[in-house]
């Protein structure tokens, strides 16, 4: 059974902090690793991995994945109260159709 | 640029009745997807679908149906509302498989009291 697991489960820095959010994962025939964004609603994407040591970047979020050790890291650096969301990690399961998602790092962000 | 359209977005049922859920993109993408999101479990596939006319089990199908009738539009129904399934419902679409990424609706809020 594919299985993603994530930490920490929540998260409260103050603004202008980096954190880490982390992910591992067991999936049978890895094909790519993505990180979503969820606030209010829908959850949005970030990034998709599919490279080992190969970092994903956009703004203040960076990504990284290592296929060896089965983890993927987002940061996220110089953090707003605008970042404060749910972080969700997932990969696509054996049959690909469908991707296994992680419970979720809630970020919360305080001034 | 609507993207994925869900509707309702929020439904209060009593125990034993129907409703259902529609999902509507504009993405022309083949696959669509019907998930459950409950506190502390994340999101969890219901059901999904390849293409027009096929449709095929998620990791918790049990109470629900959903037909794909037209490309753009993925139904999912529930015949006999139970308080259990009382939950946030996402429907996303792709345009291909493999963990490529997945547009997801603003969700539906559904209480079965």
């Known amino acids: 059974e594919d299985k993603v697991v994530q930490s920490p489960l929540s998260l409260v820095v103050h603004e202008g902090d980096t954190v880490t959010l982390n992910c591992s994962y067991e999936v049978t025939n890895f094909r790519s690793l993505l990180w979503y964004k969820q606030e209010k609603k829908a959850p949005t994407f970030l990034f998709m991995l599919t490279s080992s040591g190969i970092e994903k970047k956009s703004g203040r979020l960076s990504s990284i994945l290592d296929k060896k050790e089965l983890f993927s890291i987002l940061n996220i650096t110089a953090t707003q109260t605008g970042d404060s969301a749910v972080y969700l990690c997932?990969?696509?399961?054996?049959?690909?159709?469908?991707?296994?998602f992680g419970k979720g790092t809630k970020l919360s962000v305080i001034p | 640029n609507a993207g994925v359209t869900q509707t309702p977005k929020f439904r209060v049922l009593k125990t034993g009745q129907s409703m259902t859920l529609l999902c509507a993109q504009d993405m022309n993408h083949e696959y669509m997807y019907w998930y459950r999101q409950d506190p502390g479990m994340g999101l969890r596939l219901i059901h999904y679908?390849?293409?027009?006319?096929?449709?095929a089990k998620g990791e918790v199908p049990d109470g629900y149906n959903v037909s794909r009738l037209k490309k753009q539009n993925f139904l999912l129904g529930l015949e006999s509302a139970a308080p259990s399934q009382t939950s946030v419902y996402f429907c996303a679409s792709s345009y291909a498989t493999g963990g490529t990424e997945a547009f997801f609706g603003q969700g539906t809020r559904l209480t079965v009291v």
């Open positions: 679908s390849v293409g027009e006319g096929t449709t």
């Open positions: 997932a990969v696509p399961g054996a049959g690909s159709y469908q991707l296994t």
